[in-house]
């Protein structure tokens, strides 16, 4: 039904997992939170905030810039390059795509299947 | 003619789209739209392709009464491109396909990948001419010399052809990717919506638009929220809403200013402070808005629920609908595989009285306003015999699950509907799973 919370009460009884919690009700959210910072716990306190949003306007696929490879190469001088980062959400040059890295694009050239 | 809205029994019509589990990525339907008498369905997908179904209008008055839609007209609307100053590619995803009211025997549509708006026409051909005096049948040149006599050629009938042609081309107004086109309802203008701003075109005029909203910081580093759909108002062309990431709405006026930044009204659902969690703003974002047929309303979608907010009241929405509040104790592995961020589109029926949205496993939910019933069914060709009676689903969230009933953890997140429409007058709706387009109708109807 639209307004009843059937499901989030059975939810909520599920066993609370920090047992030194003195209040044992916490709502199904703030402990799916917990589980994720126990996972990750370097994530950042501004959850929202600017690199969630950064990475959303950046989207798509960077290619590899021989403009953006060769300022970097000269910003480093006499050490080694760094490779690209396995992370996809890179935005700017400092980022050094290789060859390697870069998906194989295939255009679509056939009809839809919804067509068919 | 729309039901009551009260015991509907949604049937099985058709389904498009390949069997095959594999699923290219370039076939992924990425929206789906009714022009604005239901006779023609669109479909956008992932590799640039639009396709259009025609209803054929088998004889209504029987009861067996089945809208076929038969496909029309095919063809690739957007291509790959390449940005070169960013080295970014540019997607042929279409996004948004918007119909435009039809003036003359031509359709037309609008339709939009990350960074172009294209203006399409549709048009038939059914006859072609015939007796040319200087060529032959097969567009061989006649040498003169040989030519005794003159005709006048005429047109004779032809096997209907359907074309589609690029009329207008409207780009290079978008630094960020659009999410939404919206047509005014003076039928001269219309809207694109990117991550942070707003566009007004002329129908008419591609080397030209107004920016109308702009919410770009002077310093990127302070960016907050991003704009996540937009639409004019369906009687009012002075009136537009904008809605964001953080879960707000703005409705603008405007015959106010030029620029619309400052909003004439904006509506938010107050949170309490204390229930506040890491997911609470992710969770909130608005997914998609829509104004109500008759104008009065407006709908917006977040990841857990579906809203109705009477325009009069900014406080809070008149209307909460749970679309799948059992995900509410998963949203940290929803976080971790990036579901959380996935766009659910929703819609309207005819009349206002009922509204849908698509959830995970090919499940979709209507909530019947009027009667305060909620319903969920799947997409799936296990129930593809036509005619067939869909039966409702249920999830279980508890320990005891019974019979007919599926459990949140057997749900498969990676069939997911996100895009769904509702004829604009009768119960037949469009469903689009990852690669397929489902097509049911309401068994009364």
Known sequence: MSEENEETQTAEETPVEDTETQDKVISPEKAEEAKLKARFPNLGHKPGGSDFLRKRLQKGQKYFDSGDYNMAKAKIKNKTLPTAAPEKTEITGDHIPTPQDLPQRKPSLVASKLAG | ?445
């Open chain 2, 1 to 445: 003619m729309a039901g009551p809205g009260g015991d509907m029994q949604w049937c099985f019509s058709q389904v498009k789209g390949a069997i095959d589990d594999d699923v290219a990525e370039a076939d992924i339907i990425s929206t789906v739209e009714f022009n604005h008498t239901g006779e023609l369905l669109a479909t956008g997908d992932k590799g640039g392709r639009v396709v259009i179904f025609q209803q054929e209008i088998e004889n209504k008055s029987l009861p067996q009464f089945r809208s076929e839609y038969n496909v029309y007209s095919t063809f690739q609307s957007h291509e790959p491109e390449f940005d070169y100053l960013k080295s970014l590619e540019i997607e042929e995803k279409i996004n948004k396909i918007r119909w435009l009211p039809q003036k003359n025997a031509a359709q037309f549509l609008l339709s939009t990948n990350d960074k172009t708006i294209k203006l399409w026409k549709i048009s038939e051909r059914d006859k072609r001419p015939d007796g040319y005096n200087l060529k032959e049948e097969d567009g061989r040149y006649r040498d003169p010399n040989t030519i005794t006599a003159l005709r006048v050629p005429v047109l004779i009938p032809m096997d209907l052809m359907v074309e589609a042609s690029p009329r207008r081309v409207f780009a290079n107004a978008h630094t960020y990717h659009i999410n939404s086109v919206s047509v005014n309802s003076d039928n001269e203008t219309y809207l694109s919506a990117d991550d942070l701003r707003i566009n007004l075109w002329n129908l008419e005029i591609t080397d030209r638009s107004f920016n109308i909203v702009d919410i770009k910081p002077a310093n990127m580093e302070e960016l907050t929220e991003v704009i996540t759909a937009a639409e004019f108002h369906p009687h009012q062309c002075n009136t537009f809403v904008y809605s964001s990431s953080k879960g707000t709405i703005r409705l603008c006026d405007m015959r106010i200013s030029a620029l619309c930044d400052k909003h004439s009204k904006l509506f938010e659902e107050p949170e309490n402070p204390s229930n506040r969690s890491f997911f609470s703003e992710i969770i909130s974002s608005i997914s998609d808005v829509k104004f109500s047929h008759n104008g009065r309303y407006m709908m917006t979608r977040d990841y857990l629920s579906v809203k109705i907010w009477d325009l009069n009241m900014e406080n809070r929405p008149v209307e909460t609908y749970q679309v799948h509040e059992y995900l509410r104790s998963k949203l940290c592995s929803l976080y971790e595989n990036d579901c959380i961020f996935d766009k659910f589109e929703c819609c309207w029926n005819g009349d206002d009285s009922v509204v849908m949205t698509g959830s995970y496993n090919n499940f979709f939910r209507m909530f019947d306003r009027g009667h305060r019933r909620d319903t969920t069914l799947e997409a799936s060709r296990e129930n593809g015999k036509p005619l067939q009676v869909l039966r409702p689903r249920k999830v279980c969230t508890g320990g005891k699950r019974k019979k007919d009933e599926i459990s949140v953890d057997s749900l498969d997140f990676n069939k997911k509907i996100l895009h769904t429409a509702w004829h604009p007058q009768d119960n037949i709706i469009a469903v689009a799973t990852t690669n397929n387009l489902y097509i049911f109708q309401d068994k009364v109807n």
